[in-house]
């Protein structure tokens, strides 16, 4: 066993570089079966998204070479000035700046050129949460320096929120399983699945029976335990403390905020998920049955669309659902659907398979460094692409809500593709900069 100092590209890791090629063509492939006719004279016709996307990866190919021969240092010690700049166009994204697309405001006119901060946000926040996590004085056991580093994640999800961009907003989420990898306490994590937990049996079940539920639960808690109950009388505080928070959580809280605090759209959205009519206690301006219902029909169509694939799939460009454009926002957010159909449930499985080789060869890549830095930005880089294919194949299928959330290397768009591959190839740069390499 010894160690022999390489060159720069002898130590980039080609294997991730493959992954990221592959499914960035594969996108490119779906999005040109999608628009794909029998009349097109060429498969050169510059004006087709499929030809936008092509040239969106030669210019993220030209990005990513430029990160590769950049110092290194660079990503270690810009962080926070980023996060500030990223901030900041945030904030211009709310002023006549902005431009509203869909419902929401969250892009950039620079005359020229159009853009989403919150996509770039997502670079600077995961750089700054490596940033401070690995400085010398910071402690992350200390609950001070644990709520820095959420704010961090929180402050610009709540600006995306103020953009009607909830989707985008819910993706800084995924920076917490960085933090639950460097020592983020378990109860976290169990705290914040309760919460989902009980918010959507709050939705789903009758107050009243809840309310029953919850008695019956802590009642029966507290005769199993009844031994250390007679020890111990603290337990008694701690499962009725329990019991409280959970009734006001579901008896008030939940339905404060679905009344005066989440926008119409956002209460139509959440009762789509789960199958539900919205009720009329939550109706109020900005709730639309016919959103509601074009909702259901997205998804109900993306389902058909996958269904017929079967286990094979209808073959290349013979996808019938989506070459008809009955599946709304195939090229983006649904383009999965395409997948399915064209390739059933074998070219899936194998996409999906991609992804999780993608997402293991990044954790590996976290594992193996000396850099604390690295290894926590290499997880937040896990995290969002984890978070953005679990969301996005979950709402195609119809268990998760339609949030515009698109699929990673996948989907069209020429700011998401930019923004990943930049993640990706920093974390390979970073990588590469190892001092020895064992041979």
Known sequence: MSFKATSLFERIDWLLVFFYSALVLIGVLCIFSVEHRSTDASFFMMKSNYMKQLIFFGISLFVALIIILMDSKLFTSIPFLGYVVGFVLLLLALTPLGKGVRGSHSFLNLGF???????????FTALSIAKFLSLQNTNFALLKHRLICASLAIVPALIIILQNETGLALVYFSFFLAMYREGLPNIVLVIGFSILGLTIATLLIPKNILFIILSALAI??????????????????LVAGIWFVGVLFSQVLVPVAFKHVLKGYQVQRIYTMIGQEVPEEYTR???????????EYNVGQSKIAIASGGFTGKGFLNGTQTQYNWVPEQRTDFIFCTIGEQF??????????LFTFMLLR???IAERQ?????????YCVAGIMFFHL??????????????????????????????????????IRLDADRQMVLR
């Open 370 to 378: 000396r850099s604390q830095f690295t290894r926590i930005y290499a």
């Open 220 to 237: 029966l808690i507290l005769y199993s335990e009844r031994k250390q109950l007679r020890r111990n009388r603290e337990f008694l505080l």
């Open 362 to 364: 990044i954790v590996m």
């Open 113 to 123: 050129f159009t853009f989403q901060p919150g996509e770039l946000m997502k670079l």
């Open 285 to 295: 301006e900005g709730i639309d049955s016919k959103k509601q219902n074009a909702s």
């Open 390 to 427: 679990a969301i996005n194949v979950g709402m195609t299928v119809g268990l998760a809500p339609v949030i515009g959330i698109p699929l990673p290397l996948i989907s069209y768009g020429g700011t998401s593709l930019l923004i990943f591959t930049s993640l990706i190839f920093i974390l």
């Open 344 to 353: 059933g449930f074998v070219g899936s499985s194998i996409l999906i398979l």
